[in-house]
């Protein structure tokens, strides 16, 4: 089955940039979306289709995705940005949806 | 507005069944695919099953496949989820999420989540 690898965790201090990354066999050839989680909440889309955002996500949120690693990127960080983050892709050769291991952002 | 609510969760014994809900509203349903996700305890998400916006397909994750089925009445904008042979590792936050228009799309909004758990 396919699997997507996220460091568990990244920290940052407010107003710098926090890189995530997810790791996958080839994953530049799928699209790839991300999901923000805070604690006790329902996950939120926060890129998608590599590097589309939704309305209502700041355009601090970016996305790229190439090779064996998508990245998602969030610039001058802020305390309300601390969250776990998953990587998700649909996994054409086993028809089935794949979450990353999921990473936790820390805001210093 | 886009609101998912789910229903149905609680403490059932390992072998056991539950039904879960996911009432829709906001958006015409049946133009969607929608998906259930599950979320263990301090754990990350898992994906769990998918419907096409007609009901006509369906697909699971293996650790559930055989034992849950997933459907929808498009009539009552409703998901369901039933659970049979029920397993402590299937104790979780069940999510139901809705899709886009593709099958294979991103989740564009969730619900807040139904508590399942299995245990004797």
């Known amino acids: 089955s396919y699997v997507l690898t996220q460091p568990p965790s990244v920290s940052v201090a407010p107003t710098k940039t926090a890189t995530i990354t997810c790791g996958g066999n080839n994953i530049g050839s799928k699209s790839v979306h991300w999901y923000q989680q805070k604690p006790g909440q329902a996950p939120v889309l926060v890129i998608y289709?590599?590097?589309d955002r939704p309305s209502g996500i700041p355009e601090r949120f970016s996305g790229s995705n190439s090779g064996n690693t998508a990245t998602l990127t969030i610039y001058r960080v802020e305390a309300g940005d601390e969250a776990d983050y998953y990587c998700?892709?649909?996994?054409?050769?086993?028809?089935?949806?794949?979450f990353g291991t999921g990473t936790k952002v820390t805001v210093l | 507005e886009v609101q998912l609510v789910e229903s149905g969760g609680g403490l059932v014994q390992p072998g056991g069944s539950l039904r879960l809900s996911c009432a829709a509203s906001?958006?015409?349903?049946?133009?969607?695919?929608m998906h259930w996700v599950r979320q263990a305890p301090g754990k990350g998400l898992v994906w769990v099953s998918r419907i096409s916006s007609d009901g006509s397909s369906t697909t699971y994750a293996d650790s559930v496949k055989g034992r849950f089925t997933i459907s929808r009445d498009n009539a009552k904008n409703t998901l369901y989820l039933q659970m049979h042979s029920l397993r402590a590792e299937d104790t979780a936050v069940y999510y139901c999420a809705k899709g886009v228009y593709d099958s294979s799309g991103p989740y564009d909004y969730w619900g807040q989540g139904t508590l399942v758990t299995v245990s004797s």
């Open positions: 289709y590599d590097s």
């Open positions: 998700q892709v649909w996994d054409s050769g086993s028809d089935h949806y794949v």
């Open positions: 906001g958006f015409t349903f049946s133009n969607y695919w």
